[in-house]
């Protein structure tokens, strides 16, 4: 590119000028026969186009060169490199490709703050998507994963105690242990099973570090019965859990509901026949005998209980046998008042019953002038034998309890120690209470006859039976 060489040219401060003032327009060849003049192309305009070519020209850095006729465009394409380390720019098409969508990217430097991360951010239409991983991030992750990962596998080759050529006969060396995201579960790779090399999922949970946890330092399979096994705690424990294959588990499961569906129809045939044997109204509105609603086998007690609205009983029961002397109990109740226990044996039609009360006894301690005895309760019925040195007008108390109504009192005397006491009738100074009674002793040895003076107290043998309070 150059400027015009020829005859009448200027330097460029004489170079003629647009005018400032008159109309713009387009040039035209005219029309001699419409009188239309052709357009007079002044030296101004010319100049104005060389102008801005050269300008274009010169703005690249380029230098004019008359030889050169490809000068604009070589301006044009360096000028538009120039921002993209001086290559000429290919500009990226947006959209049009396949399964490509019109959608708008907005692509720039990511800046949060007002500050620079390093990043690209992009965003399509208004969806702001984030910013782009660089290579340094890349970098970075792969670092810090090969890190974790050499870690985990020195974890792991300190947890395997079989050799690193798995030539142990038994164990198989865990030479590889992942997490699959499509299983969903974690997979080791054992390469003394069958086919080496081979992955078992397994079934995995955490080790937590609280109290009732225990780490697990190995983790094998046993190939004799397929089993896992694994090792808690410290290798050298030597603390070995076995897990079972899914089929031993399964046939576990399958025995189970077995004997749940055997053990529910055994429990609903006992409650047929326990149903069958109670003969008292279900609503348990019987006013002597009760309902026996529920019947078990206590472990602790290691006797039945019977419960009788909601109140337990244990028993201490015996088998029936079917030997000659013995017959079957067809029913058997509590009376909660008296607290006896009424069995119906033979056909329960028959209505033959024995009842049975609680019986229970003791022995009565001596205690100044009561000098012992023994005691025996029947259901409620109280029976005090006693031995204590009287005297006329004394009072005895019943040392084994008071009764709830006035009990039947007998007793006898012996002589005293200086043998004048020959005779001594037993009667009352005062009828018997429910808590006491007084005895009225009287010698009848001739001249000596008398009352029995404290000071020379008889011995009385005291029997006293009644409804216990």
């Not at 400027?3 to 000028?17: F, K, M, Y």
């Not at 244990?314 to 509590?334: E, K, R």
């Not at 001739?446 to 216990?468: K, W």
Request: with cysteine; net charge negative; glycine share 10%.
């Amino acid at each position: 590119m150059e400027l015009i060489i020829g005859t009448g040219t200027v330097v460029e401060a004489s170079r003629d000028t647009m005018p400032a003032t008159g109309t713009p327009g387009w040039a035209t060849d005219g029309d001699p026969a419409a009188t239309i003049p052709a357009t007079d192309f002044p030296a101004s305009h010319y100049n104005m186009l060389v102008a801005e070519v050269v300008q274009v020209i010169l703005d690249a850095g380029l230098t004019l060169d008359r030889t050169n006729w490809g000068q604009l465009s070589a301006a044009i394409q360096k000028m538009i490199a120039s921002p993209y380390g001086g290559t000429v720019f290919t500009p990226v098409q947006q959209g049009g490709g396949a399964d490509q969508g019109g959608n708008k990217i907005y692509l720039g430097w990511e800046s949060v703050d007002g500050a620079s991360t390093g990043r690209l951010r992009y965003q399509i239409d208004s969806s702001d998507i984030g910013p782009i991983a660089n290579y340094s991030d890349v970098t970075a992750e792969t670092t810090r994963a090969k890190a974790e990962e050499a870690a985990l596998q020195t974890q792991i080759d300190g947890c395997v105690p079989t050799p690193a050529d798995n030539s142990d006969p038994v164990n198989g060396r865990v030479t590889e242990f992942l997490y699959n995201k499509s299983l969903q579960q974690f997979v080791a790779f054992c390469p003394s099973i069958t086919a080496a090399g081979n992955g078992m999922s397994l079934i995995g949970s955490q080790t937590f570090g609280a109290t009732g946890f225990s780490s697990l330092s190995n983790f094998v399979y046993r190939e004799s019965d397929g089993a896992l096994q694994a090792n808690v705690g410290s290798i050298s424990a030597a603390v070995i859990v076995d897990f079972a294959p899914v089929s031993s588990v399964d046939t576990v499961q399958a025995n189970l509901t077995t004997e749940q569906t055997a053990r529910t129809n055994a429990d609903a045939t006992l409650q047929t026949q326990i149903d069958g044997r109670v003969i008292t109204p279900a609503d348990n509105s019987d006013a002597t005998n009760g309902n026996i609603d529920t019947l078990i086998y206590n472990k602790t007690l290691e006797q039945p209980v019977a419960f009788n609205n909601g109140t337990g009983y244990a028993l201490p029961f015996s088998q029936t046998y079917g030997a000659a002397g013995f017959v079957s109990i067809a029913n058997m109740v509590m009376n909660t008042s008296t607290g006896g226990l009424t069995i119906n044996y033979g056909n329960m039609s028959d209505g033959t019953t024995h009842t049975y009360l609680p019986a229970s006894q003791g022995t009565i301690a001596g205690n100044g002038n009561l000098q012992g005895g023994t005691w025996t309760k029947t259901g409620n019925q109280l029976r005090q034998c006693f031995q204590q040195l009287a005297w006329d007008g004394c009072t005895i108390d019943y040392p084994a309890g008071d009764y709830a109504t006035t009990p039947t009192v007998t007793f006898i005397a012996a002589s005293s120690a200086d043998g004048n006491h020959l005779s001594v009738p037993p009667c009352f100074n005062t009828l018997p209470t429910t808590t006491s009674f007084s005895p009225h002793l009287a010698t009848f040895a001739g001249s000596t006859d008398g009352t029995i003076p404290e000071n020379n107290p008889v011995m009385l043998h005291i029997v006293v039976e009644g409804t216990a309070a």
